[in-house]
């Protein structure tokens, strides 16, 4: 099992910055990868970025690529989304996830995302 928290959401102004949290305890070391998914009422979830435990590499979506940094703190277990300029259309509830199957001949954006999160609401209005 692998349990994931997410935390720093909140309400922002646009233009603002948050960083969201994602905090895995468990079983971490069967999950290289970890990701962040947002989703808005009505909408699909939609992947936002995602970073590879060793070495650190990332796969950011074009919505949030030059705006949102993932990154990660391996001693503890804690991966970060940074997000900056943020606007209206960044509202959604952010979810942290983890693939308890990795190939790396898969984008890691392409994985089966099995350990979620509770999710943390982020709302971006003035």
């Known amino acids: 099992q692998v349990q994931l928290a997410e935390s720093g959401g909140g309400l922002v102004q646009p233009g603002g910055s948050l960083r969201l949290s994602c905090a895995a305890s468990g079983r971490t070391f069967s999950t290289p990868l970890m990701g962040w998914f947002r989703q808005a009422p009505g909408k699909e979830r939609e992947f936002v970025a995602a970073?590879?435990?060793?070495?650190?590499?990332?796969d950011v979506a074009d919505s949030v690529k030059g705006r949102f940094t993932i990154s990660r703190d391996s001693a503890k277990n804690t991966v970060y989304l940074q997000m900056n300029s943020l606007k209206p259309e960044d509202t959604a509830v952010y979810y942290c996830?983890?693939?308890?199957?990795?190939?790396?001949?898969?984008?890691?954006?392409?994985?089966?995302?099995?350990?979620w999160g509770q999710g943390t609401q982020v709302t971006v209005s003035s």
């Open positions: 970073i590879r435990w060793n070495g650190g590499s990332t």
């Open positions: 996830a983890a693939p308890s199957v990795y190939s790396s001949f898969r984008a890691y954006r392409d994985h089966n995302y099995d350990y």
